[in-house]
RNA sequence: GGCUGCGUGGCAGAGUGGUCAUGCAGCGGACUGCAACUCCGUUAACGCCGGUUCGAUUCCGACCGCAGCCUCCA
């Protein structure tokens, strides 16, 4: 029985869906005018792993993962490059689905962009104006009143009160209150505008959010993630929004992840902190920032190091050296393993403990590698690719992994090297056959002597 | 200042009121010409101080430390 840990409550609650068998999953996406660093990585990778554990689980997923592509960065970062939004949202979201692909993440069932939606955020304003919850300033700022909306500061377990106490922003002469937030933002000279019932200007950060996923997946929908730091404002607002909007619950569960950090801070733009994906992929392949960020909990803070990489990486080593005897590959469904796959099971059920699920798959790997009977052995090593299935892990042939690049480039050369020792071995020359494997090794290639066979792999 | 969360062995990272996490690394051994791989064995931890309890790393309280949010941020 599948148990989430839900923002909105605090608490890890037994996932039900709205609708039996289906799950609705809207996540907070990029805002596209740069790469995409590690963070982002994290929310992607996170959030592709629950959609496969809930499709795993049999549940028919529609998984919706929204594109920023108007927003004050955006139209800062087009003028200092002085091109057009649109060319450089464009490029930016060809850019995050290369990193998004290279890391294997799956493509959501739907990608919208907000500027593709304004006729839902336009009508969506005009309801809340409708009903009370927004008004129209002179200056052709359209705001949403929070004193309107009582629950408001729910999900972030705040009050109207301590905000005020800890508001320090300055105070904008528009807003009736300060803590009232934009929905429409009356356009500037020479900036980019939507028509409006208010004039020309463009949307909020928050409504599109709201209108996006009402649109996609109803006015109540089960499943809302995102990173955590979108917990307050974005996802408070987006609450008060919807809600105030349809007058009714928009979102069952809230999932927030774990930040990324390095030296224990936490990994962003505004503190200059930050790898980008295309960085971490050049010194280590994407299935190593994956398994990396499956180690810890979604929800806990994970600190990036090289340290942490590397480990991954020898981890991830071992996995694919075991599978890499295996002749064949079974198709076996972990679900049918009652002893691993239930406690993967059990693992994966309880919030998503993809950590705890590793060690599951340490566990097989053992007993895989312990394995003389080679049907047993095959059993094993498709068990741990269906538990690779759910996490996007093993998703390449073992070769692949393991000779990586070298594979194409010096392969011959190395084999070469392996025969001339070989040889040498033979002729029990201890001497010239050493000579020969530093010469491999000076190449970044580990050989390994098994079974009367030699085979390699890159360090 | 307000609110939230966290503090586990050399590192990473789960979890539990009393007996094993797991991974990486280390140590001893087997295997190997030597290595590597693999296997066997093994070391070692629960921030600090009180309380509850037969017993607490796990529950409660104080303290210290760290992080996050309160402003754009995944």
Known sequence: MLQIHNNLTKKKEVFTPIVPGKVSL?????????????????????????????????????????????????????????????????????????????????????????????ADIITMIETLIKKGFAYAADNGDVYYDISKFESYGKLSGRNIDELRSGERVAVNEAKEDPLD????????????????????????????????????LGEQFDIHGGGQDLQFPHHENEIAQSEGAHGCQSVNYWMHNGFVRIDDEKMSKSLGNFFTVREVLAKYSAEVIRYFILTSHYRSPLNYSDESLEQAKSALTRYYTSLRDVVGKEAIVWQDDNVFGQRFADAMDDDFNTALAMSVMADVRQALNKQKDAEQASYLAGLLYSFGDVLGLFQQEADAFLLGDQKDNESEKIEALIEARNTARAEKDWAKADQVRDEIVAMGIILEDNAGKTTWRKS
């Open 26 to 118: 809207y996540v907070c996406g990029m805002t596209v005018y740069d790469l995409c660093h590690v963070g982002h990585a994290r929310v992607m990778i996170v959030f592709d792993v629950v959609t496969r554990y809930l499709r795993a689980s049999g549940y028919d997923v529609t998984y919706i993962r929204n594109i920023t592509d108007i927003d004050d960065k955006i139209i800062a970062r087009a003028n200092e490059n002085g091109e057009s939004i649109t060319t450089l949202t464009e490029r930016f979201i060809a850019e995050m689905h290369q990193d998004a692909d290279a890391l294997n993440v799956i493509r959501p069932d739907q990608e919208p962009k907000a500027t593709e939606s304004m």
């Open 181 to 216: 937030f934009v929905l429409w933002k009356a356009a500037k000279p020479e900036e980019p505008s939507w028509d409006s019932p208010w004039g020309p200007g463009r949307p909020g950060w928050h409504i599109e959010c709201s209108a996006m996923s009402s649109r996609c």
